[in-house]
T-cell receptor, first 111, second 112 residues
Framework: KNEVEQSPQNLTAQEGEFITINCSYS?????LHWLQQHPGGGIVSLFM???GKKKHGRLIATINIQEKHSSLHITASHPRDSAVYIC?????????????FGKGTHLIIQP | EAQVTQNPRYLITVTGKKLTVTCSQN?????MSWYRQDPGLGLRQIYY???????DKGDVPEGYKVSRKEKRNFPLILESPSPNQTSLYFC???????????FGPGTRLLVL
């Protein structure tokens, strides 16, 4: 079973700072997801990666399959980015494997 | 509007009283899944379904049942709820198991 570790657990930064959240996993995967959970509880899927890099607005996600590691970057951070960011992986069995989640990174961006 | 809906959003019940949490999606997605979220443990998968009449256990299936008789609906059934099933529950769906998942708003359940 995959072990998914996220770091840091908690992060407080000032508006405008460049943010990096890390995710590492123990066993080969078919895909990695980054999710955002708002203070109200709703969950939104930000990215799904199986290789390389994806960018959406100020968010960038990268994955290194050989090192079993992914990063989520936020450029020019803003208080509305304050949320819990969750990494989730699907095993290399593809759809036959469920998702395993990290415990999340609680991000606070102060004005 | 494309969405995943869950009902009820909040529920307080007592031990042993059967309950069903409904989940419905209007995106014609094949893959649906139930998760529970607990402080300190994060999200964990309960059951998932890759298509109609196809369901499989996730990491924490004990005490739960599901069914997938129609593509759009995937109800979660607690036959005899216990206090350790107090949690925040999310339903999600996607085109298939490999695609981006869309989450419902969550159901907060308290079992007394």
């Amino acid at each position: 079973k995959n072990e998914v570790e996220q770091s840091p657990q908690n992060l407080t930064a000032q508006e405008g700072e460049f943010i990096t959240i890390n995710c590492s996993y123990s066993v080969g995967i078919s895909a990695l997801h980054w999710l955002q959970q708002h203070p109200g509880g709703g969950i939104v899927s930000l990215f799904m990666l199986s290789s390389g890099k994806k960018k959406h607005g100020r968010l960038i996600a990268t994955i290194n399959i050989q090192e079993k590691h992914s990063s989520l970057h936020i450029t020019a951070s803003h208080p509305r980015d304050s949320a819990v960011y969750i990494c989730a992986v699907r095993g290399s069995g593809g759809g036959a494997d469920g998702l395993t989640f990290g415990k999340g990174t609680h991000l606070i961006i102060q004005p | 509007e494309a969405q995943v809906t869950q009902n009820p959003r909040y529920l307080i019940t007592v031990t042993g009283k059967k309950l069903t949490v409904t989940c419905s999606q209007n995106m014609n997605h094949e893959y649906m899944s139930w998760y529970r979220q607990d402080p300190g443990l994060g999200l964990r998968q309960i059951y998932y379904s890759m298509n109609v009449e196809v369901t499989d256990k996730g990491d924490v299936p004990e005490g739960y049942k599901v069914s997938r008789k129609e593509k759009r609906n995937f109800p979660l059934i607690l036959e005899s709820p216990s206090p350790n099933q107090t949690s925040l529950y999310f339903c999600a769906s996607s085109l298939d198991a490999e695609e981006t998942q869309y989450f419902g708003p969550g159901t907060r359940l308290l079992v007394l």
